[in-house]
């Protein structure tokens, strides 16, 4: 049976089919939020006619104190929006400091993203939106225009999970054309994050980018693993689906990382054009990243030159046990012996971590272990990682 089509019905699927794929387009708003001014100022903008109150929250404004589960903690602070006759709700901050900054809008007492804009980033099991005040240390974490490097998701083998897992790359510009070999970095992330964190909030491979470029670091591989031997991936990313994230995860700091870390070392050294050698390999990490990093460089003790603790948690708990955590002293000691390049420590303020970093670095001290210690304002943010991870690479490799 042969089918006859109209001139007319072709036009009509093409239109429809049209305005399908167009759809997206009408689907915003007419609005500038957030609105960065020439004075570092910035307004956010919210359209909600019927709401009576529109609050935003997010790391640029004064901290408040919040209770969790793990206690008290200093978070994003408040503000509230004003209304205008159109039903616009707007507010505008003090100048900022160049950063990058997350944020999020209240709507009578609902938590919502800004629907103007739409660069967001997850964190744990919650998203925000982000923009960059420029003119400082955030002209690191945006993309200039400068070589890039390249970032892959891999998979890999790990027989001590006994699982594929997945890793995210970070390679330099020019390791497609070049046949030399790299240093590399291993920069682990905190409690709920995952693969993803470092490359997203971490901006990674825009530091590494710009670092490079300015001729302030050797270009180098970074990977970035996922600490949570429970998973294969992130959230979304593996054949469990697309399932809320969560902190509370199975063998979260039991040792098991760390023990089988050196299936992530295998992987690299036999995929990648690597110098696989002590001098070569740097790891760092922030809070539980930052203690994965203590154990797994003590566990293994002549394998890293260059250590980074990041805001670290720095003792399990009594209650966990594990062959990575027996002789602590004595492995430091071992670790002290063989010889390394940099020990390098950071720590805000008023971290909630700070009094452990204060007591291990007393250990430390005992024992004649020599380290470089960075303190900052602030507390256990992605702000100051940012920075640490911007002032430890530079270091690398020398």
């Not at 923009?131 to 083998?157: C, M, N």
């Not at 302030?216 to 054949?239: H, L, Y």
Request: glycine share 8%; proline share 5%; charged share 20%.
């Amino acid at each position: 049976m042969k089918v006859k089509f109209s001139i007319t019905s072709i036009l009509i699927f093409l239109f429809g089919f049209n305005i399908y794929a167009q759809q997206a387009l009408w689907g915003g708003q007419q609005i500038i939020s957030p609105d960065v001014h020439d004075n570092n100022t910035v307004t956010f903008r919210f359209n909600a006619p019927k709401a009576d109150t529109v609050k935003i929250t997010g790391d640029f404004l004064p901290t408040r104190k919040i209770n969790t589960q793990w206690g008290e903690f200093d978070g994003p602070g408040t503000a509230l929006l004003k209304k205008d006759n159109a039903g616009i709700w707007s507010f505008t901050s003090q100048p900022l400091e160049s950063d990058l900054y997350s944020y999020s809008f209240i709507v009578d007492g609902v938590t919502s993203t800004d629907p103007n804009n739409v660069y967001m980033i997850r964190d744990v099991a919650s998203i925000t939106d982000v923009f960059i005040v420029g003119g400082g240390k955030a002209d690191l974490y945006s993309v200039q225009d400068v070589p890039h490097g390249s970032v892959t998701r891999r998979w890999y083998e790990s027989p001590g999970n006994d699982m594929h897992r997945r890793v995210t790359i970070y390679t330099p510009p020019g390791y497609e054309e070049s046949n030399d070999k790299y240093p590399v970095l291993y920069l682990l992330h905190g409690m709920g994050g995952d693969e993803e964190a470092w490359i997203a909030l971490g901006r990674t491979s825009q530091i590494l980018d710009n670092l490079i470029a300015q001729g302030r670091a050797k270009p180098m591989i970074v990977v970035m693993t996922n600490g949570n031997v429970a998973q294969k991936a992130a959230p979304g990313e593996s054949p469990e689906g697309f399932y809320k994230p969560s902190m509370q995860l199975p063998h979260t700091m039991d040792g098991k990382f760390e023990e089988t870390f050196i299936d992530v070392i295998k992987f690299v050294e036999k995929s990648y054009r690597v110098k696989a050698d002590k001098a070569s390999r740097a790891i760092a990490g922030l809070s539980m990243g930052g203690y994965h990093s203590l154990h797994i460089s003590r566990y293994y003790p002549n394998t890293f030159d260059y250590v980074g603790l990041f805001s670290a948690a720095i003792m399990p708990n009594e209650s966990v046990k594990s062959k990575v955590y027996d002789n602590f002293d004595e492995t430091l000691k071992v670790q002290m012996d063989n010889g390394y390049k940099l020990y390098w420590i950071a720590m805000g303020k008023t971290d909630f971590l700070y009094k452990s970093i204060t007591d291990y670095r007393a250990k430390l001290d005992d024992l004649g272990m020599k380290y470089t210690y960075v303190e900052t304002e602030g507390g256990h943010t992605w702000t100051n990682w940012r920075v640490y991870l911007s002032e430890f690479v530079p270091l690398l490799f020398k």
